[in-house]
């Protein structure tokens, strides 16, 4: 997991070759503005290759944090970055990986019946309850992203992950009242604060493409105050004295959506950081 000690070592090692604000503390980290992202690209050995390269580059030359999700190109994101981390000649402390749990993956590629592959890998085994999915590729509940999270560390090669997002929940409202998936995020939350305690992830989060930035009476919207509610619900449920919940939450300050994770505590006293895309998603 990345650390204090880490990331400001990593910081004073490249730090002369950027603008006086391009690392910023988040909490007692260090942490660059511009992070690597790992969403676009064919599930493909020419894009992994390139990724690697990619990636490798990046945290030689003073980026220390990567995104990536347990779906994106059908796993093979999280493997490369796992791949780069051991490649490059950077430590685990230094940088501040995330991922994410929620949409079914394939894996390696895109199967010639997505349907089947869905009802074999994911309905027949019971991991996941044909009651709880959403749009045939979505779930929250908590045996699921358990088991995503073990599959995505196994992924990535790591013990352990500095956020885990709760990824695009308002996918759910498509099959659900708004309260329900309140209570599948509460639910989901305290099997992630019990992760946490486990030493599994430092932080977690959501991660949403618009439910935070439309109006309340949109279809996709959710509540960033409810939800950071519900995660504290989470903490006290399970007894969490120190709260290592995080969240997630877009603003539509350009056209493209920016994120931002605030790991709260009980002082309210807490670091932000903020993303957003340097091209157009496609």
Known sequence: MATHDGTWAYRDRFHESFARTYFRPFGRLALSSIGVGTYLGDPTDAADDAYRAAIT???????????????????????????????????????????????????????????????????????????????????????????????????????????????NP??????????????????????????????????????????????????????LPEIVRRARSAAAAVDNDTSTSGRCSCRSTSRWPTRSLRPPTRDRKVPRASCSSLTRPR
Request: a negative charge.
């Open 170 to 223: 308002e996918t759910q409202l498509t099959e659900r009242p708004r309260g329900e998936v309140y209570d599948q995020l509460e639910a989901a939350f305290e099997m992630l604060e019990r992760r946490a305690a486990a030493g599994d992830i430092g932080a977690y989060g959501v991660a949403t493409w618009e439910a935070f930035r439309v109006d309340p009476g949109t279809e996709s919207y959710l509540s």
């Open 57 to 167: 580059e990046a945290l030689e030359s003073g980026i220390n944090v990567l995104d990536t999700a347990i779906n994106y190109r059908c796993q093979r994101s999280e493997r490369v970055v796992g791949e780069a981390l051991d490649d490059s000649d950077i430590d685990r402390d230094a940088v501040f990986v995330a991922t994410k749990g929620g949409f079914l993956p394939f894996d390696g590629d895109r199967p010639e019946d997505p349907g089947r592959y869905v009802r074999e890998q994911f309905l027949d085994t019971g991991l996941v309850d044909r009651s709880t999915l959403a749009r045939g590729q979505h779930c929250i509940a908590p045996a699921f992203l358990d088991a995503q999270l073990d599959r995505s560390l196994a992924n990535l090669g790591l013990d352990s992950v500095d956020c885990y997002y709760v990824h």
